[in-house]
T-cell receptor, first 113, second 113 residues
Framework: SQTIHQWPATLVQPVGSPLSLECTVE??????LYWYRQAAGRGLQLLFY??????ISSEVPQNLSASRPQDRQFILSSKKLLLSDSGFYLC????????????FGEGSWLTVV | AQSVTQLGSHVSVSEGALVLLRCNYS??????LFWYVQYPNQGLQLLLK??????LVKGINGFEAEFKKSETSFHLTKPSAHMSDAAEYFC???????????FGSGTKLNVKP
């Protein structure tokens, strides 16, 4: 069966510091991968998605970037964090097929101080 | 373009009462619709999904949703609320390419004893 791992679970970083959140999927190949951000009371915002290695689509201009160095690895990064980057970050995956379901990791809490 | 609107950011019901969480969608293609549940500090779990088969979809934990094209709605219901149903619920729609998923802003369900 497929599983998705996301880490770290919790992170407290100072303003201006770098960020790296990692996500890996097991038990499937060539998944579509996603990063969402969930800010308090604002639902889920799609940040990036990827349909293959090195292919990244950005949904919202921001201080963050994403990379997909391997088929089942998706990384969310920032060179200099802002206070507004605080939130709950969720990695997710799908098979990309018709009627597919999107599956989520457990999330990473980022607090920028 | 696809979008989802969830009416009511907070819904409160008594234990044993009917649960009704509202979702309206906008889609330029026949939609694939989903309901997810999120417990505190966790990722999202799939409750049920509509993929153009039966309009009444049954999910886990006694939840069901009915797709009504004429009303562009996909409301979530449960006949009798349980304390363990207290969580946040998200409605989502998939785009025609099945690469992106758009989520509503969420509805927090409170169940009173």
């Amino acid at each position: 069966s497929q599983t998705i791992h996301q880490w770290p679970a919790t992170l407290v970083q100072p303003v201006g510091s770098p960020l790296s959140l990692e996500c890996t999927v097991e038990g499937t190949s060539n998944p579509n991968l996603y990063w969402y951000r969930q800010a308090a009371g604002r639902g889920l915002q799609l940040l990036f998605y990827s349909v293959g290695i090195g292919q990244i689509s950005s949904e919202v201009p921001q201080n963050l970037s994403a990379s997909r160095p391997q088929d089942r690895q998706f990384i969310l990064s920032s060179k200099k964090l802002l206070l507004s980057d605080s939130g709950f970050y969720l990695c997710a995956w799908t098979t990309g097929n018709s009627g597919n379901t999107i599956y989520f990791g457990e999330g990473s809490w980022l607090t920028v101080v | 373009a696809q979008s989802v609107t969830q009416l009511g950011s907070h819904v409160s019901v008594s234990e044993g009462a009917l649960v009704l969480l509202r979702c309206n969608y906008s889609s330029s293609v026949p939609p694939y619709l989903f309901w997810y549940v999120q417990y505190p500090n966790q990722g999202l779990q799939l409750l049920l999904k509509y993929t153009s088969a039966a309009t009444l979809v049954k999910g886990i934990n006694g939840f069901e949703a009915e797709f009504k094209k004429s009303e562009t709605s996909f409301h979530l219901t449960k006949p009798s609320a349980h304390m363990s149903d207290a969580a946040e619920y998200f409605c989502a729609v998939s785009d025609g390419n099945f690469n992106k998923f758009y989520f509503g802003s969420g509805t927090k369900l409170n169940v009173k004893p």
